[in-house]
C-alpha cells in the first residue's frame, strides 16, 4: 500500500496550507467511534475505504461497507470526511487506518493505524 509515513507528511502540509471545506451534514447517526480526516490534493483519487484490526499490527479488514467517495477537486482546498463505526463494542479497543482508492484502481494508504477505544 505505499509509504504512508511519506505521504502523510505532505498530505499534512497541503491541509494546512489549503482552506478546508466544512463536513456536509451532521454526523452519521447511531453510537461507536466517528472518525474524521480531511485531504487536499485528491485529483487521483476516486475514493475511501475504512479498515479495523484488533492491534497496532492488524490484521485489518474492512468495515466500510461502502467506498467513501472523494470530493470535488478544488486547488487550493481540502475535503472533509466523517464515518462513524457502528459496529465497535463498547470499551473494546480498536485500530483503525484509511485507506484509499485511486481513480486507477490502485490502492494506497491515507493514514497508519490509529488506536482508539469504543464508547
Do not use: C
Not at 494546512?16 to 485528491?42: D, H
Amino acid at each position: 500500500m505505499g509509504d504512508p509515513s511519506a505521504r502523510g507528511a505532505n498530505d499534512i502540509r497541503e491541509v494546512l496550507k489549503a482552506k478546508v471545506r466544512e463536513i456536509q451534514g451532521p454526523p452519521p447517526a447511531g453510537r461507536g467511534p466517528l472518525l474524521k480526516w480531511s485531504v487536499a490534493n485528491e485529483e487521483a483519487v476516486y475514493g475511501y475505504v475504512i479498515l479495523r484490526g484488533d492491534s497496532e499490527s492488524g490484521p485489518f479488514e474492512r468495515v466500510s461497507k461502502d467506498t467513501i467517495p472523494a470530493g470535488t477537486f478544488e486547488e487550493g482546498y481540502a475535503n472533509a470526511y466523517q464515518w462513524r463505526d457502528t459496529s465497535a463494542v463498547v470499551g473494546q479497543t480498536y485500530w483503525y487506518s484509511i485507506g484509499l482508492i485511486n481513480k486507477d484502481g490502485t490502492k494506497d494508504s491515507l493514514t497508519g493505524p490509529q488506536r482508539v477505544v469504543a464508547k
